[in-house]
């Protein structure tokens, strides 16, 4: 069974940084890769970033590049997104995620598994 838990939100002010963490388990990062998305208030799914199998090609949409860093530890089973100068645009529920089997890094339908959620407030 896939088990996604993110943690490291909260409420930080414009131009502050968080770094939010995704301990995964049932489910074998080498193999498949994973991604971090976020939902606004009244919006839809947002596909923040995503890193390969092999940990050595990341995606960034347009809006964070250069402000976030994905990047992955293998041997504690954690997925890490190092968010910098914050904007108050920034604000969403983030969800770390996983692809089904067979599924690639970059196809944002095969990512049938979710967590809970972490809450990132920027706001002075």
């Known amino acids: 069974e896939v088990q996604l838990v993110e943690s490291g939100g909260g409420l930080v002010q414009p131009g502050g940084s968080l770094r939010l963490s995704c301990a995964y388990s049932?489910?074998?990062?080498?193999?498949?890769?994973m991604s971090w998305a976020r939902q606004a208030p009244g919006k839809g799914l947002e596909w923040v970033s995503a890193?390969?199998?092999?940990?050595?090609?990341?995606y960034y949409t347009k809006p964070v590049k250069g402000r976030f860093t994905i990047s992955i530890d293998n041997a504690k089973k954690t997925l890490y997104l190092q968010m910098n100068n914050l904007k108050p645009e920034d604000t969403a529920m983030y969800y770390c995620?996983?692809?089904?089997?067979?599924?690639?890094?970059?196809?944002?339908?095969?990512?049938?598994?979710r967590g809970q959620g972490t809450q990132v407030t920027v706001s002075s």
């Open positions: 995620a996983a692809p089904r089997h067979g599924s690639g890094w970059l196809v944002w339908d095969g990512y049938v598994y």
């Open positions: 890193i390969n199998s092999r940990g050595d090609d990341t």
């Open positions: 049932g489910f074998t990062f080498s193999i498949y890769g």
